[in-house]
């Protein structure tokens, strides 16, 4: 069975290249840890902007390798002019808890203020503006869907971020905000990529296994005399 054993050399060869490749994220996240951004952030207060109906805006991301929603409401902070984009919190699950403008309160948190470049979602994951549903930020298109006009939009980013439970909003944790600062800081944790680099190693096992096995069962395979 040659064309057996070149793909099974070839599969085996891709599984463990992937599983060193995972190792050494881990390794290198363990030696170089991400470092603590604090002088950025202040004090900042903000009142929601509920001049116009419409829903939250919901931008899909990581937050300590869980996949969340991200809640964004327009928003204008005290002092200033102009309008901003305020993260609110997040929730989890798969699909996004719509959620009024209205309904979000002002609040004051210690948070970053920057502009955020626009940045598309990619091709398995475009906007949905329609369903204010977004997997890459686009601040003006936000915006635009709330009935706002305004280029150069900045967002608000606490540096905690609460994340509640999609069947039960009342349930809640909080966690360091990875996109608190303009270079997004990597959401996966080193512990991540250990368990990713055991997954295809087991897996490169588990072909070797069953490479013999099959052999063994054609009657190639015989460890006696």
């Known amino acids: 069975m040659p064309l057996l054993t070149v793909l099974t050399l070839v599969s085996l060869a891709i599984l463990v290249w ?7 994220r881990y390794a290198d996240k363990k030696a170089n840890p991400p470092e603590q951004v604090s002088a950025e952030f202040n004090e ?9 109906p419409g829903r939250v805006q919901q931008l899909n991301g990581i937050v300590g ?20 984009l305020a993260l609110v919190d997040a929730t989890s699950g798969v699909h996004p808890v719509p959620m009024a403008v209205a309904d979000v309160e002002d609040f004051t948190r210690r948070s970053n203020v920057f502009i955020r470049p626009a940045k598309t979602g990619g091709i398995a994951r475009s906007n949905q503006p329609e369903n204010d549903i977004w997997y890459g930020f686009d601040g003006t298109a936000m915006l635009r869907q709330l009935g706002y006009q305004q280029e150069n939009v900045k967002v608000v980013e ?6 509640r439970l999609a069947e039960d909003s009342s349930r809640a944790r909080k966690a360091e905000n990875p996109y608190a600062t303009l270079q997004v800081r990597d959401a996966l944790p080193p512990e991540r990529h250990f368990g990713y680099a055991l997954t295809w190693w087991g897996m490169a096992m588990a072909l070797i296994g069953v490479y013999l096995a099959f052999h063994h069962a054609q009657g190639r395979l015989r460890f006696r005399g």
Not at 18 to 24: E, I, M, R, S
Not at 158 to 163: L, M, R
């Open 158 to 163: 606490p540096d905690q971020i609460t994340i």
């Open 44 to 52: 900042i207060t903000v009142q929601i902007d509920r001049s116009n």
């Open 18 to 24: 992937l599983g060193n490749w995972q190792y050494g």
């Open 65 to 84: 390798g869980e996949a969340v929603w991200r809640r964004y409401a327009p928003a204008r902070i005290e002092g200033e002019d102009g309008l901003v």
